[in-house]
């Protein structure tokens, strides 16, 4: 599967990875200005997202992004993931080691922590507004857990015409499967990732994500951990030269 795409730029492969409530749109901003640092910069539409339809079948997500490596000739690449993607960047790490050249992850959940009340109660609003058919109230429970309440109208704008477009589109697929999670099968795999990896997590973010960036940081052998002040969840929208910095003089 080669997955809707924007290729910017050359170099060292740079693969962006957005989060579950964005598309690969969320990283427009950056897109310039890192290849301007010397990369080959490429966004991705993960399945049921953006542009991207899901698939039939088992949805293994890291298998589409080694894919749509392979269709662009990308031999090793540095992954940086938001949120879900991040989960999918840490996967593809596992998979297929030699194929990742180091990882930024933003806000990442780590694998076998089990979510928060609060959490769980964010996710059960999304999905009994989905399920009565009010994807307004979908999109609006969305962007209120995951944007700061002083967020600027623009931003919040923003984040639920991704988040609408993706329910639209993952309505439509219907019921999927997931494929077999290889970092749920095998936890202590993060222990083999060899690269260097930058964790990183929003100064407001939920207090899973923070108990997240340091279970993920222990885990992995040469991590490196950041808090992006002033963000909450997506700290690629919400303080974008803030991160863009971060993960350049990570990279650089």
């Known amino acids: 599967m080669l997955l809707p795409h924007d290729d910017v730029g050359a170099g060292a492969a740079l693969v ?5 409530i964005a598309d690969r749109t969320m990283w427009t ?3 310039q200005p890192m290849a301007d640092a010397g990369f080959r910069v490429v966004a991705l ?3 049921g997202f953006g542009e991207a339809s899901a698939a039939q079948g088992e949805q293994a997500p890291w298998a589409d992004v080694l ?3 392979d269709a662009l000739s ?3 690449a540095v992954l940086v993931g938001n949120s879900f993607g991040g989960a999918v960047a840490l996967r593809v ?3 297929a080691p030699e194929r990742i050249a180091a990882l930024a992850l933003v806000s990442a959940p780590a694998p076998g922590i089990e979510p928060s009340v609060e959490l769980e109660a964010v996710w059960t609003a999304e999905e009994a507004a989905l399920q009565r058919g009010d994807i307004d109230a979908a999109v609006t429970a969305v962007v209120d857990a995951w944007t700061l309440p002083d967020a600027p109208a623009v931003l919040r704008e923003r984040v639920a015409a991704m ?3 993706a329910f639209v589109t993952q309505r439509q697929a219907g019921a999927v499967a997931e494929a077999p999670d290889p970092l749920e099968e095998r936890p202590e795999a993060l222990g083999s990732i060899g690269v260097r990896v930058l964790v990183a997590v929003g100064e407001h973010d939920r207090p899973d994500f923070h108990i997240g960036a340091k279970a993920l940081a222990q885990a992995l052998p040469h991590a490196r ?7 909450r969840h997506l700290a690629p929208l919400e303080q974008p030269e803030a991160f863009r910095e971060l993960v350049l003089a990570f990279l650089l």
């Open 16 to 20: 962006l990875l957005h989060a579950g």
């Open 29 to 31: 901003e950056h897109l």
């Open 45 to 47: 539409d993960l399945p």
């Open 67 to 69: 894919a749509t490596m």
């Open 74 to 76: 990308i031999e090793s």
């Open 93 to 95: 790490a596992v998979v």
């Open 163 to 165: 988040q609408r477009k």
């Open 225 to 231: 951990s950041a808090v992006i002040e002033g963000a």
